[in-house]
């Protein structure tokens, strides 16, 4: 079996460089003579490591000092609820911007430990478009802002940042992290699971602005609290070495191909390829996301009779296509175009698009 074109949502496809390099370095990392999972994450390798991951990232996503960066373990999921805790007193309240699964998800995750205000929702519209930014209901006291800049299942993402007033903006980009340029001044905090853009799974990624630290949110144990884990440069308990390794690897990766500009215009480039192959097919292939909402990193489309579905996701597989049954609670398809996704990919995808039609009618 050779290696596939792999459309899976997460944990999601690496680059094929970076496979090989974590393969080539496996046994004998760094002239160590031992894997990087097999030494101490205090040694002066494995700290020296972790310096120049995050010193790559700071310059691929030009973090400003007044930031902090963290290497965390937990999930997103398990961020839904500490986020709340570290970020929000007794009594305080949050906006939510619930736009689909995920970030739904967030706000109820949230509700033992903050009063949730749902600032905005689209879930009366099925999650198909985004919540109309003059209908958002913003609490000027509220200790933060929190919203999913692309709905991994719904297939929708925001294009651009929104403005959301006085309170930070904290943002879930589990699923479209360094896929492009982005002002991280404009958030309080950012966080994400690896495994969609990053690297393997078990590892999150947090970039939360200093201030934000001072903050006592509510009663916890010292592993909770994020300005523990600042202090001790994410090494407060045992890290994912692993994770962080690899995403260390992933970042010298994006650098290699020009940066995040150069992923933003490679990644517009796939969706558009795949979008125009969808809206061409007259109707054999449907994406129900308003235009102007539609995921660049997430792309859900229908067949015109779901009855062909069984068929097409046998053939794509046989054909080296991976992973392109849509959530099960959504059906249909769907394919995730992630930086470690290749224009060739999705060349080839389209092309058996359009064979499946002809042969299918
Ligand atoms: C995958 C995903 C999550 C869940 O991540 P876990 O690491 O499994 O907790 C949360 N938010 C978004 C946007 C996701 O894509």
Do not use: C
């Given at each position: 079996?050779?290696?596939?074109?792999?459309?899976?949502?997460?944990?999601?496809?690496?680059?094929?460089?970076?496979?090989?390099?974590?393969?080539?370095?496996?046994?004998?990392?760094?002239?160590?003579?031992?894997?990087?999972?097999?030494?101490?994450?205090?040694?002066?390798?494995?700290?020296?490591?972790?310096?120049?991951?995050?010193?790559?990232?700071?310059?691929?996503?030009?973090?400003?000092?007044?930031?902090?960066?963290?290497?965390?373990?937990?999930?997103?999921?398990?961020?839904?609820?500490?986020i709340p805790?570290n970020l929000a007193?007794?009594?305080d309240s949050a906006d939510y911007?619930?736009?689909?699964?995920?970030?739904?998800?967030?706000?109820?995750?949230a509700?033992?430990?903050v009063?949730?205000?749902?600032?905005?929702?689209?879930?009366?519209?099925?999650?198909?478009?985004?919540?109309?930014?003059?209908?958002?209901?913003?609490?000027?006291?509220a200790a933060y802002v929190h919203?999913?800049?692309?709905?991994?299942?719904?297939?929708?993402?925001?294009?651009?940042?929104?403005?959301a007033?006085?309170a930070p903006l904290v943002?879930?980009?589990?699923?479209?992290?360094?896929?492009?340029?982005?002002?991280?001044?404009?958030?309080g905090l950012?966080?994400?699971?690896?495994?969609?853009?990053?690297?393997?799974?078990?590892?999150?990624?947090?970039?939360?602005?200093?201030?934000l630290?001072?903050r006592?949110?509510?009663?916890?144990?010292?592993?909770?609290?994020?300005?523990?884990?600042?202090?001790?440069?994410?090494?407060?308990?045992?890290?994912?070495?692993?994770?962080?390794?690899?995403?260390?690897?992933?970042?010298?990766?994006?650098?290699?191909?020009?940066?995040?500009?150069?992923?933003?215009?490679?990644?517009?480039?796939?969706?558009?390829?795949?979008?125009?192959?969808?809206?061409?097919?007259?109707?054999?292939?449907?994406?129900?996301?308003?235009?102007?909402?539609?995921?660049?990193?997430?792309?859900?489309?229908?067949?015109?009779?779901?009855?062909?579905?069984?068929?097409?996701?046998?053939?794509?597989?046989?054909?080296?296509?991976?992973?392109?049954?849509?959530?099960?609670?959504?059906?249909?398809?769907?394919?995730?175009?992630?930086?470690?996704?290749?224009?060739?990919?999705?060349?080839?995808?389209?092309?058996?698009?359009?064979?499946?039609?002809?042969?299918?009618?």
């Amino acid at each position: 079996m050779s290696r596939v074109w792999n459309f899976s949502a997460g944990p999601a496809a690496l680059p094929q460089a970076v496979l090989e390099r974590a393969q080539r370095e496996m046994l004998d990392w760094n002239g160590s003579g031992a894997s990087v999972m097999e030494q101490s994450h205090r040694g002066k390798r494995f700290i020296a490591m972790a310096a120049q991951a995050e010193a790559d990232l700071r310059e691929l996503m030009q973090i400003p000092a007044d930031y902090a960066v963290l290497f965390l373990q937990g999930g997103a999921t398990q961020h839904f609820a500490q986020i709340p805790m570290n970020l929000a007193g007794e009594g305080d309240s949050a906006d939510y911007i619930v736009s689909g699964h995920w970030s739904a998800k967030a706000a109820s995750e949230a509700k033992p430990y903050v009063r949730v205000n749902v600032a905005a929702s689209s879930e009366a519209a099925d999650y198909l478009k985004l919540p109309p930014h003059d209908s958002w209901q913003l609490d000027p006291n509220a200790a933060y802002v929190h919203y999913t800049p692309n709905e991994t299942i719904h297939g929708v993402e925001f294009h651009g940042v929104p403005e959301a007033g006085a309170a930070p903006l904290v943002a879930d980009m589990s699923s479209n992290i360094l896929s492009e340029p982005l002002d991280v001044g404009r958030f309080g905090l950012i966080y994400a699971g690896a495994q969609k853009n990053i690297g393997p799974s078990g590892l999150v990624l947090m970039i939360i602005r200093r201030d934000l630290l001072q903050r006592a949110g509510r009663p916890m144990a010292r592993i909770f609290r994020y300005a523990e884990h600042a202090a001790a440069d994410s090494m407060l308990n045992t890290p994912n070495t692993w994770g962080w390794y690899v995403a260390g690897l992933t970042f010298q990766w994006l650098k290699a191909q020009g940066g995040l500009g150069a992923m933003a215009e490679r990644n517009r480039a796939k969706a558009e390829l795949l979008y125009r192959a969808i809206d061409g097919s007259g109707g054999y292939y449907r994406n129900p996301i308003e235009p102007s909402a539609r995921s660049r990193m997430n792309v859900r489309f229908t067949l015109h009779d779901a009855a062909l579905d069984a068929a097409f996701l046998q053939e794509s597989e046989a054909t080296g296509l991976l992973a392109l049954k849509g959530h099960k609670a959504l059906g249909g398809m769907r394919a995730s175009l992630y930086n470690a996704v290749p224009p060739e990919a999705v060349e080839a995808l389209v092309a058996f698009m359009r064979d499946f039609a002809q042969r299918h009618g």
